[in-house]
């Protein structure tokens, strides 16, 4: 069963960067494309980023240019950075294996705020 350890979330000012990190268990990692999604309190969950196995990328319209997807398949890790931050950025966010999602892991909580 594919496990998802989501890490790095915290509470940063608007304008701030986080980093967040996913390992991923399993032996297809490399093979499959992953992605970040996140939700905010009252609302559904969204895609964020996702990257192919290829490391071809794509970005909601709402983070492009502010956050970036990565992957080391040499540790099953994919990573968010997020620059620029904003409140609405605000939202407990998620890694998943990408277009076929896999079970869901606990998130890492981002909160925005001055």
């Known amino acids: 069963q594919v496990q998802l350890v989501e890490s790095g979330g915290g509470l940063v000012q608007p304008g701030g960067s986080l980093r967040l990190s996913c390992a991923a268990s399993?032996?297809?990692?490399?093979?499959?494309?992953m992605a970040w999604y996140r939700q905010a309190p009252g609302k559904q969950r969204e895609l964020v980023a996702s990257i192919a196995s290829g490391r071809s990328t794509n970005y909601a319209d709402s983070v492009k240019g502010r956050f970036t997807i990565s992957r080391d398949n040499a540790k099953n890790t994919v990573y968010q950075q997020m620059n620029s931050l904003k409140p609405e950025d605000t939202a407990a966010y998620y890694c998943?294996?990408?277009?076929?999602?896999?079970?869901w892991g606990r998130g890492a909580q981002v909160t925005v705020s001055s």
């Open positions: 998943n294996y990408f277009p076929i999602i896999r079970s």
């Open positions: 399993g032996s297809s990692f490399s093979f499959n494309g």
